[in-house]
Nanobody, 115 residues
């Protein structure tokens, strides 16, 4: 059974940092593309970042380029999202997803950026 468990969210002031984690199980993590999505209050899902298996090539939506860094530790079956210089518009529920099971969504982790 596929499981993706996100953690690391919280309340942070503008300009602050957080690191999100996503622990995966039930599939061969190292073989699959992984992504982060987010959903802000009252808005639709937004793709944030992705990382390939193998090459580890990374991709970002324009609004987070230069501030967020996605990475993966295949030995720990864990995906990360380092978020720096956070803004109020980054407030959202963050989810990780896998290309192994495209329609699977975990419970997400809440990020709130507010003074």
């Amino acid at each position: 059974e596929v499981q993706l468990v996100e953690s690391g969210g919280g309340l942070v002031q503008p300009g602050g940092s957080l690191r999100l984690s996503c622990v995966a199980s039930g599939f061969t993590f190292s073989n699959y593309y992984m992504s982060w999505f987010r959903q802000a209050p009252g808005k639709g899902l937004e793709w944030v970042s992705g990382i390939k298996s193998g090459s580890g090539s990374t991709y970002y939506t324009d609004s987070v380029k230069g501030r967020f860094t996605v990475s993966r530790d295949n030995a720990k079956n864990t995906l990360y999202l380092q978020m720096n210089s956070l803004k109020s518009e980054d407030t959202a529920l963050y989810y990780c997803t896998t290309s192994a099971v495209p329609n699977y969504w975990g419970q997400g982790t809440q990020v709130t950026v507010s003074s």
